[in-house]
Structure formats: structure tokens, C-alpha cells
């Protein structure tokens, strides 16, 4: 069973928006980051941004001021607002939910995470 079931996806032209939310499917361990990924054919899975249990927030260059990430009110729940996407925004998108302890989080290592399946996005005209 998917311990985290991502929604949200799908085709929009170049400048739109879409929202992608992350919820679990069931009971999680105690988890301390979750973040979104995401992976275009051929290219290795690359990070979208993360946030913390207190709320804070980091993000990659290509999508720092497009995209927002915000926790929802249900626990262990998140969004991904993508706004002025872009072709080259176009990938498979992951969620991914962990407890995340060392001198490189929130980025890595993890004890243990969980993961969705993904979901397309596609931008295109």
C-alpha cells in the first residue's frame, strides 16, 4: 500500500498554476521533514523543496519565488503551489515524508521516509 498518495497533476500551459497536495494513506511513524521531488525522463530525481515540523521552508534555484510549499491542517499533510510553470517544469512529482537527522537536513540522511507514487505534470502548449 502507498504510505503517502500525492494529487494534483496534470497538463497546463506554459505561465499556469497547478496545486499539488500529499496526504498519508494511513498511520506514519513520527516524521520531521516533508518535501517534493521530482524527475524528468532520462534525468536523475532531483529535489523541489522541503519543510520542516517548525514550518520552515527551503527550495531549489530553478523554482525559489514560483513555487510555494505550506503544511495543511491535518497532520503530516502538504502542498505544493506551482505558479509560472515553465516546459521545463515538466516531471513526475514526488512526495516524501521522513525523519531526517544530521548535519545535512533537511536535504538528507533520513532514520527512515516514506513515499508516493507521483503524479505527472505536464507544461505544454
Known amino acids: 500500500q502507498v504510505p503517502l498518495v500525492e494529487s494534483g497533476g496534470g497538463l497546463v500551459q506554459p505561465g499556469g498554476s497547478l496545486r499539488l497536495s500529499c496526504a498519508p494513506s494511513?498511520?506514519?511513524?513520527?516524521?520531521?521533514?516533508m518535501g517534493w521531488y521530482r524527475q524528468a525522463p532520462g534525468k536523475e530525481r532531483e529535489l523541489v523543496g522541503t519543510i520542516t515540523e517548525d514550518g520552515a521552508t527551503k527550495y531549489a534555484d530553478s523554482v525559489k519565488g514560483r513555487f510555494t510549499i505550506s503544511a495543511g491542517n491535518a497532520k503530516n499533510t502538504v502542498y505544493l503551489q506551482m505558479n509560472i510553470l515553465k516546459p521545463e517544469d515538466t516531471a513526475v512529482y514526488y512526495c516524501r515524508a521522513g525523519w531526517c537527522r544530521g548535519a545535512g537536513c533537511p536535504e538528507e540522511p533520513y532514520d527512515y521516509d516514506y513515499w508516493g507514487q507521483g503524479t505527472q505534470v505536464t507544461v505544454s502548449s
Open positions: 494511513g498511520s506514519l511513524f513520527t516524521i520531521n521533514v
